[in-house]
């Protein structure tokens, strides 16, 4: 039996954090201008707009997930630091588990001494039914785990896996659990609306309404008495709203994109705003056509990667914000640094104009006075699309199209609309575009997003991930043999591999971290997670935000 407790980055829920950066819509911070100076109180906002009362933690449109107090209320089975990946989980509402051998059951044992927010004692029937329900209802399996047979012994619940599950693993663990007594009777999960939650968090909720909703911290959480005692969720107007009230100290917790975030925020208060944006093992990367020229010759692919300044692009594009990856593997530090296998470790990035003329030279490439030819003669261009108000990922298209004009090649950036972008990568009609990646526990999602012959498509066929239309069969393999290995040797050697034919083949260009970011104050309060102290992910909108909770205490 393997008790190796391995951490995954729990997508669905990130990119909430994520995506709310870009949201805007009507709402409102008013009601959140009380709790600046009290510091009984913290007030959280995001930039989300009109919220509805809605409190159903399965609905990512709910207040409660786009706000985040589903976290307050809800807890989950482990606490997976997603930030430090290869960190163990904390037990939380599981006090222990144990996987087999080939990860195809997981066997979890209830936490003792734990009550739901109604009085109601907490079970390993809560656990096996919050399995139960994402099991029957194919719209709550958001990780579209392949569930077998789930059974409960006093106060075990054993959960089998039609396939197995080690790539998977931090994503099952930081599951929230509901209570059966209250969910069994709802004739639809997808659509309850949950205004009265039940949960075991810390905390309940006290009112709702369209500025706010507050919470008061439980004297009966079984994780003992807390720092906070209410909570303010408010939503804002936009990023611009959400930075004057945290910059102004309305708001002391939250996360949105802060353009030249020192100057803005920090300097405005510097001894108690704080940004922390610590990265997982998500990326951003150019993912770029390897089916059409001029991306179907590794060589175009090798010479452009080598005049990208990655370090130049973070700054640029993104304050700094988004850290520039320096490992040839693509794995940011040092949430990747466990996983850069011997070959590999200690041999960075460096820009390389030269040598990216030497590698098109000796492929056939020539220069007609100031325009590269390739070996037909056909002059070498390309257009690099992403949509039209990603200011970021313009800028470092743009910094791209310069990049490779000493080359001799043309590049052009364009700009498209939202849901033509998404249909065109996904079908792969494009040449070089920017894209994210997923985080994971392993580096298998992020692997797998950009090169896994698994997931290709077509050409003009949708594809979920791996956009350049990549095929390496030695890589497919080594990406199945990695998700499916029972020892850790054998996932090493996968990985090596894997690893080789990234940086030999350069299926995408990856450039940057992505970060799990948020802006708080220690004004009020202290305990936050930080460089010193990477406990958790910093944002208020994942599972980490009860352990965050947890962890706060009054700063005097």
Known sequence: MNKRRISTAI??????ALIATACSGGGSGEGSTSSAGGSSVLTIGMPNGPQTDNSNPFANTSSAMSLGYAFAIYEPLAQVNTVRPSEDPTPWLASEWEWNADYTQLTLTARDGVKWSDGEDFTAEDIAYSFQIRKDNEGLNTFALPFGDIAVDGNKVTVSFTSGQFVKQGQILQLFVVPEHVWKDVEDPT????????GTGPYTLKSWTAQAATLTARDDYWGGELG??????????DNNALTNALVSGEA???WTFIPDYEKVYIDANPDVNNQWAPTGLGVDALFLNTETAPFDDVAVRKAVQLVLDRKQISELASSGVFPPLTNVTGLPEPAGTDFITAPFQGKEYTVDEAGAKKVLADAGYTLDGTTLKDPEGNAVTFTLTNPTGWSDYLTELQMVADAVKPLGITATVEGQNADAWFTAIAEGDFQ?????????????????NQMDGAQYMPLGERANWNFGRFKNDEATAA???????????????????VQQVFVDEVPTIA???????AQYSTKNFVGWPSDEDPYANPQPTTANA????????PAS
């Open 11 to 16: 997508v669905g829920l990130t990119s909430l």
């Open 191 to 198: 659509t309850w609306t949950n205004e009265e939650p039940v």
């Open 228 to 237: 906070v005692k209410e909570l303010r969720y408010s939503s804002y107007n």
């Open 252 to 254: 002391q917790w939250g």
């Open 432 to 448: 070089a575009s920017m894209h994210w990646t997923d985080g994971g526990a392993t580096p298998w999602d992020t692997y797998s």
């Open 479 to 497: 990406l199945a043999t990695y998700a499916n290995a029972t020892d850790e040797a054998a996932r090493t050697a996968a990985l090596e591999t």
């Open 511 to 517: 450039l940057l971290g992505r970060p799990a970011a």
């Open 546 to 553: 009860s352990l965050i909770l947890t962890k706060l205490k």
